[in-house]
């Protein structure tokens, strides 16, 4: 086994002694770097929930709030939608690959999870240009609310931001487990970063986009 | 790997243990994967007809809400591979979620009855 770590040193005292709840060396049995990822995802949900609900109470306190679908192109961003989620089903196909040791299945899986996030972006660039096009601003928008086109900006700003860090984090993992220079855990926490994206956007496309 | 002292022996027993789950949960291929990824697109069919079919305001919303709710559980479930995890590290990665729930649950009723 590569990279060993006390997770398998644990585990015969522990249910031994006290049981699952004992807690021991290494209490959840994950490695190092999953539980650091987890932190941090649990970290910027709620920097997504803050945002989220600071969108819903602007929303719901305000007189009125543009009707969605005349705004936004619902064709699109339902595309957009199948898009990340095929992109997240590739990710975890890509851990599969590299836990069974197939890593060019892995970084073939990997290449096509970085295709969708840049089709993405690509589709979120023009939505924007559009929007923006429309005469939407940051401080207003011709459809009323001010807050309606501020709240768009920042949210789905943000949630860009992650996609194209995640691009950037999914390109050296595919450059690295190119050269095998990577490991199925490194891969599997890379998923989950990929597939917390695509958590946050199944919030922000039904609360922004159809709500 | 294995060693003479009875605690070398627990080791490799251990490392065993683990590595054999791991190489069973490789196994498994991609079938669940698939699964998950079809019933994703479902409930996004799903939410598009909900929120373009004519349906009272509060009923849209639930069922909006639902939807999504039903979407992220798959995701964290499956993709995020949280359903396979020690039941301990899911119970410490799910209850920080406690404060996103006092974060709406303060802010809404004050946004909803706030007179215009």
Partial sequence: MTGAHPVVTDGADETRVSGEWGGGVSPFRVSWAKLMMWLFLLSDTLTFAGLLSGYGYSRLSSPSWPASHEVFNLNLVGLMTFILICSSATMAMAVTAAKSERWADAVRFVGLTILGGLVFLGMQAYEWSHFIGEGARLSGNPWGAPLFSASFFVITGFHGLHVTAGVVYLATVLARSARRRYTADGVEVAGLYWHFVDLVWVFIFTLLYLI | ?116
């Fill in chain 2, 1 to 116: 790997m294995a060693s003479s002292t009875p605690g070398g022996l627990q080791v490799s027993d251990r490392t065993e243990a683990v590595a054999g789950h791991a190489e069973a949960a490789a196994h498994q291929g991609y079938g669940v994967y698939v699964r998950t990824w079809v019933w994703l697109l479902v409930f996004t069919l799903l939410e598009l007809g909900a929120a373009t079919v004519a349906l009272p305001r509060a009923v849209t919303v639930t069922l909006l809400v639902a939807l999504a709710l039903m979407k992220g559980s798959l995701i964290v479930a499956y993709f995020m591979h949280l359903r396979f995890e020690r039941l301990q590290f899911v119970y410490a990665v799910l209850s920080p979620f406690i404060f996103a729930i006092i974060l709406f649950g303060a802010i809404a009723p004050d946004a909803i009855f706030r007179v215009h």
